[in-house]
């Protein structure tokens, strides 16, 4: 048997196009090409790289791309570790049909479940799944008690891939439950323990070479790396994770493609994630044994600017009748923003932001007749900038595609504070729950536990700001996720005060605002604090250009 340097070597020598080991010595070159978190974005979106605009993914350049390296190479398996549900108004009008019929043409074997896939809860799903002509998996979500889903995906899939057979585990996010709305019938089960058990279920079938389509995170990938044994690679997804290595000033990898882990054995295992929206396409080239042992790797992330590919004929065409009735409501022009609303992930999850801001206060706007005084609004509804410029129906929908209501009730000053201690608990993994406010102002201290962090709470009344009064009852308005308990918020399901569904559409209500303010110029007012943040923790782009609208 070759040495491990030797086949490196090898393969390095041959590049991506193959690492020239013939079945002779019993190994086996596969080619992962992957995406995850592709959130419905089927049209190309604008990045700057190097100073300068570019077009970059889309369905249409995707298809042609796959279709390039199924003519150039062989042993291909692509997958899509998940989220491909909600993100632009094609997913408001499709409810994830249009991605599918895209997904058929890209010909995708495989996919994992995302949390997104839940946000309609199981009956949408259930049609996205029933039509499906790839595999979707998942191990740790358990459906004996729905019975809409029964059925419709498995733990795992074995697929076969130049006459050998490749075993590919599902793993899904067990924070669904709080960050989507699966209902009371799904359940979801520890992944390591489940990935384990389905790992020794496709060794128990002679299945060696095994993948896992993971959609729990990288942070989490790696965790599971080095706990699992018998699967050589992991593909992630849900962190929307950039890795690899670009010329780009504009772009701030997380780490290495591939990340390599050592599992309990010793053993080298791959994590891998391709960033989101299709902006990159990862392609993973694995060599194993005959006994499922990697042999040699080589990775590259491409991403998907102009030159990697043309945009596929019938694809373009295909996209242009699904945006039919897609264009006739994005048209609509409600207002002028006279700045960029940043929305970055980065941003609305770590700290104040003017667009967080703006929609607290319209959540606050809308509701004043209940006497509202403060809102609350987690930064993970938030999933789009909005660029100086006209602000359409369309990016509002962008912006808020969840389709939540404005729920108003009586808070103690108590829960005020305990559901601020919620927002910034996992304040370091860029979490959903962290908490865009109006009508308070509040600073948190990194450097305190979890619990514990939240040092100040002032709520603005008509003599000014002053301190929050545990003891007093306060009228607030939220978005009906968190109000259920989404994203960690047990004491807002849990508050016994007034309570009531407004049915306020959020989108609705907040289109409403801005056509009564017509001209939108909103900014930073000091309403988070935060204090002891890491060194190097503040973003670059802090004041707010939003040149690349990297990590929305």
């Known amino acids: 048997m070759y040495k491990r340097r030797e086949v490196l070597k090898a393969g390095a020598a041959l590049g991506l196009a193959g690492l020239g080991l013939g079945r002779a010595q019993g190994a086996f070159t596969l080619t992962l090409v992957h995406t995850n978190d592709t959130h419905a974005h089927l049209e190309p979106m604008e990045l700057t790289l190097s100073g300068k605009k570019v077009r970059v993914g889309g369905v249409a350049q995707r298809i042609a791309f796959f ?27 499709y409810r994830g049909l249009a991605d599918r019929y895209f997904m058929h043409r890209a010909l995708y074997r495989v996919m994992a479940l995302g949390n997104h896939e839940f946000d309609l809860g199981p009956g949408p799903l259930a049609e996205f799944l029933k039509g499906a002509r790839f595999k979707v998996v998942s191990a740790n979500v358990g459906v004996e008690r729905e019975p809409r889903l029964k059925g419709l995906f498995s ?17 899904t996010t067990p924070d669904t439950r ?38 729990l995170g990288y942070a989490e990938d790696l965790k599971l790396a080095r706990r699992l044994v018998g699967a050589q690679v992991i593909v992630g ?22 990340t390599v882990v050592k599992n309990p054995e010793g053993k080298d295992v791959l994590v891998v994630q391709a960033w989101e929206w299709g902006k990159v396409v990862g392609l993973l080239e694995v060599t194993f044994n005959e006994k499922g042992e990697l042999l040699a790797y080589k990775g590259e992330p491409v991403l998907m600017t102009p030159e990697v590919s043309p945009e596929d004929f019938f694809a373009k065409e295909a996209l242009l009748a699904y945006a039919q009735p897609v264009m006739a409501l994005m048209g609509q022009v409600i207002a002028e923003a006279k700045v960029d609303l940043v929305g970055e992930r980065a ?71 305990a559901a601020l201690e919620n927002g910034v608990s996992q304040w370091e993994q860029a979490a959903g729950r962290f908490l865009q406010v109006s009508g308070l102002r509040y600073a948190f201290d990194l450097a305190r536990p979890v619990g514990d962090r939240v040092v100040r709470v002032e709520v603005k009344t008509e003599k000014g700001y002053q301190p929050l009064d545990l003891e007093a009852t306060y009228r607030v308005v939220v978005n009906s996720f968190i109000a259920n308990g989404g994203d960690g918020f047990t004491v807002l399901k849990e508050a016994q005060g007034y309570r009531v569904d407004t049915g306020f559409a959020d989108a609705e209500a907040f289109m409403e605002y801005l056509g009564q303010l017509k001209e939108v110029e909103a900014a930073l007012e000091g309403r988070i604090e935060v204090l002891n943040e890491p060194q190097g923790g503040q973003p670059a782009y802090w004041a707010y250009r939003v040149p690349e609208r990297v990590g929305v």
């Open 155 to 171: 733990p795992y899939a074995v697929v076969t891939v130049g006459g050998e057979k490749v075993g590919v585990i599902g793993l």
């Open 237 to 258: 997804g849900h962190s929307h994770t950039l890795l690899g290595s670009f010329p780009h000033k504009e772009l701030a990898p997380a780490g290495p493609y591939p």
């Open 67 to 93: 279709d390039r390296l199924r003519a150039g190479r062989k042993n291909l398996l692509f997958l899509d570790a998940g989220d491909v549900f909600q993100g632009t108004l094609y997913f408001n009008q």
């Open 347 to 417: 941003i609305v999850r770590k700290r104040e932001s003017n667009l967080g801001n703006l929609i607290a206060d319209g959540m606050v706007w809308k509701t004043k007749n209940a006497g509202v005084q403060i809102a609350l609004q987690n930064g993970g509804g938030i999933r789009a900038s909005i660029p100086k410029g006209p602000i359409t129906v369309g990016k509002v929908y962008e912006v808020l595609p969840f389709g939540n209501t404005l729920v108003v009730m009586d808070l103690k000053g108590k829960e005020i504070k």
């Open 178 to 215: 709080e960050i989507a709305n699966p209902g009371p019938t799904v359940d979801f089960l520890d992944p390591y323990e489940s990935a384990q058990k389905a790992v020794y279920e496709l060794l128990r079938k002679g299945v060696n070479k095994i993948i896992v389509l993971s959609h």
